[in-house]
């Protein structure tokens, strides 16, 4: 028998949305702050006006529901899939409000590839967007990269005993430190020193390749947020490839590439544990598929004579590569010549790399290679079990920042969030297919936006039917969360319709 949920119920997961809506109201004041030094008086206003909305919301929402009560496992998930949905509509506004979305559900579409660190992007005249506003897209993709509760965590939250459950919701399964509110304050931290370095290191590179500097560091800032949250967003309409600039290409490679790692690697190598590069399951198994994703997609283009000779040939094959297996999305080329030049090969080579992903616990989205690592390794075993004796006792082992036995339960939770991933995939493929285009472009697209990457091409875009927008923004959102929450989610819907009550 399923019970209905109680009144407390409800309380409990409204009082902590209103808690996650207040913390992100409050970061409304950064873009506002850019408005007021661009002196951008209709953007200021957007975002004074959004912003007093979001805290309205998020107050009434906490005074409504206010309760002592902790978090429950039900509850956390909920509140995990409920906040990104919030977060996509009151981040909508001043999107919408700066004039260069043709609808609010453009606006939305916008935030909600932001906040999943997508890319895919509906904004029109983007070249000559209020830098508030631009700023505010590429602030939603470090904001959703770190993740929208660890927000919360690191402000709001105070010690409760559901933080860890509600940080599961949002995908993280890994506690770096004992402490879950330590663990996000560590992935601020994380994040913040590579922002410095990364900021100062693309800025350099622009200055050197002609850009003003006030251009180059403004630029950087949003191409490092975006980047090292595996996000696809740029200031630019044509994405990287307006710098034209083979040291920021390499330098994006490389943010793209760290923002791809476990935050618990980034951990064990920040204090002292450097072999674990070298030992860890996910970083192997990235490095194999990258190098097998990278030779499928550069047979595909070879004999074409796109490309003059071997440099031009590696700084496209590579950097898109990495840009699809890390869930970046950045792009050197125009969308519509992955089709027109690059053919259906590189395009599976891409889609390939773009539905596997990086790894666990990091700000990129997709199946993940420790999934693909443990599945390896189940497989393996079998094998090994039908060639030796039945009364031999087999144990397989994998490393991931410890020596882990594998059990049944990793090898069953890694296949259904695997098989999850391939109906997310072919629900897009299909959807798009459906409007007339082919199984490559309908794949490739519907897997960059489920596995949360950006490349494009071509479908996306401010004319494509409404439709596929919120089907590719189920998509986005499901992939974020990698299911389990959303799954909560609707059990907790299918209880309040058809359960009972005590």
Known sequence: MILKPARDDYKIIGHYLGKITIGLGLIMIIPLIIAFAYAETEPAADYLMSMALTLFLGSVLTAICHTQKDLEASHAMCVAALSWLIAMFVSAVPLFMSGHFNSYLDACFEAMSGYATTGLTLVNNLDHMANSHNFWRHLTMFIGGQGIVVIALTFLFRGT????????????????????????????LVSIVYLVLGGAALSVAAIAGGLAPLKAVFDSVCIFMAAWDTGGF??????????????????????????????????????????????NIEIVTLFISIVVMLSITAWGIIGKNIYADAVPFFRKVFFHLASAHTGTGYSTVYPRQFVNEWGPLSMLGLTLAMAIGGCICSTTGAIKVLRIGVIY?????????????????????????????????????????????????????????????????????SVSAAANVGLSCG??????????????????WAGRLEFIAIFALGGMIIAALKGKGD
């Open 161 to 188: 005993a559901g933080a860890f459950r509600i940080y599961v919701g949002e995908a993280r399964d890994e506690k770096i430190l004992p402490n879950v509110i330590e663990t996000a304050r560590f992935i601020w």
């Open 459 to 476: 479908i996306t875009s401010p004319l494509m039917p409404d439709v596929l927008k919120m089907v590719y923004i189920v998509q986005m």
């Open 377 to 445: 390794k189940a497989l393996r075993q079998d094998i090994k079990k039908v060639l030796i004796p039945d009364t031999a006792v087999l144990v397989q082992k994998f490393h991931h920042i410890r020596d882990i036995i594998l059990e049944d339960k990793h090898v069953r939770m890694s296949a259904l969030i695997l098989l999850s991933y391939i109906n997310l995939y072919l629900f897009g493929t299909i959807a798009t297919m459906l409007y007339g285009y082919s199984l490559s472009e309908a794949a490739f697209e």
């Open 234 to 279: 740029t200031p630019q309409s044509q994405n990287v490839l307006f710098y034209h600039n083979f040291a920021f290409e390499m330098i994006s490679v490389a943010i793209m590439l760290l923002g791809a790692i476990n935050f618990a690697l980034h951990y064990v190598v920040w204090t002292g544990n450097r072999r674990e590069i070298y030992r």
